[in-house]
């Protein structure tokens, strides 16, 4: 009898197609790319003195804010939820699902607490060139959580 408890034999990866980002609870914003999803500690080195040649590691408080980047076709939308200098309320939640047919089946969700909209490059227009204009949104975060379900990626194998 194989152990569900803890189940990690790396064979239900989760591809990186099939995911949306959640503004304000309510609205979705569908997305070409998201980028630079990355939350890094600061470090101060201390080097011991003598004979050992030991480093220590002290975290440093926090001198810049974590970002990371929207990908969107640009389109005729009512509302845009990431209008540049918007400071949001809720957080920003990104789900990422199994397949684009289950979209309740959240695999992963990011959580993005303390947004800003920080900067907006609207992309590239060339006329010798066909493709769809996109726009690339910088969100600042003060802080992120990362939850997986795992009982979603397991539930078939019970």
Same mark, same amino acid.
């Given at each position: 009898?194989?152990?569900?408890?803890?189940?990690?034999?790396?064979?239900?990866?989760?591809?990186?197609?099939?995911? @949306?980002l959640?503004?304000?609870?309510?609205? $979705?914003?569908?997305?070409? /790319?998201?980028?630079?999803?990355?939350?890094?500690?600061?470090?101060?080195? @201390? %080097?011991?003195?003598?004979?050992?040649?030991?480093?220590?590691?002290?975290?440093?408080?926090?001198?810049?804010?974590?970002?990371?980047?929207v990908?969107?076709? /640009?389109?005729?939308?009512?509302?845009?939820?990431?209008?540049?200098?918007?400071?949001?309320?809720?957080?920003?939640?990104?789900?990422?699902? $199994?397949?684009?047919? %289950?979209?309740?089946?959240?695999?992963?969700?990011?959580?993005?607490?303390?947004?800003?909209?920080? /900067?907006k490059?609207?992309?590239?227009?060339?006329?010798?060139?066909?493709?769809?204009?996109?726009?690339?949104?910088? @969100?600042?975060?003060?802080?992120?959580?990362?939850?997986?379900?795992?009982?979603? /990626?397991?539930?078939?194998?019970?």
């Open positions: 009898m194989a152990n569900y408890f803890i189940y990690n034999q790396g064979t239900a990866v989760m591809p990186a197609y099939s995911f @949306i959640r503004v304000e609870a309510a609205i $979705d914003v569908p997305c070409r /790319a998201v980028k630079n999803l990355r939350q890094e500690n600061e470090f101060e080195y @201390i %080097q011991e003195g003598g004979l050992n040649d030991y480093v220590h590691m002290k975290r440093k408080p926090v001198s810049k804010p974590f970002s990371f980047q990908e969107r076709y /640009a389109g005729i939308d009512y509302v845009d939820p990431l209008t540049l200098g918007t400071q949001l309320s809720l957080p920003i939640l990104l789900f990422v699902y $199994d397949r684009p047919d %289950q979209v309740v089946n959240v695999h992963r969700a990011y959580t993005f607490m303390g947004c800003v909209v920080t /900067a490059d609207y992309g590239e227009l060339d006329a010798e060139k066909s493709g769809l204009l996109v726009e690339t949104t910088t @969100i600042a975060f003060q802080e992120m959580l990362c939850v997986d379900t795992p009982w979603n /990626a397991y539930s078939n194998h019970m």
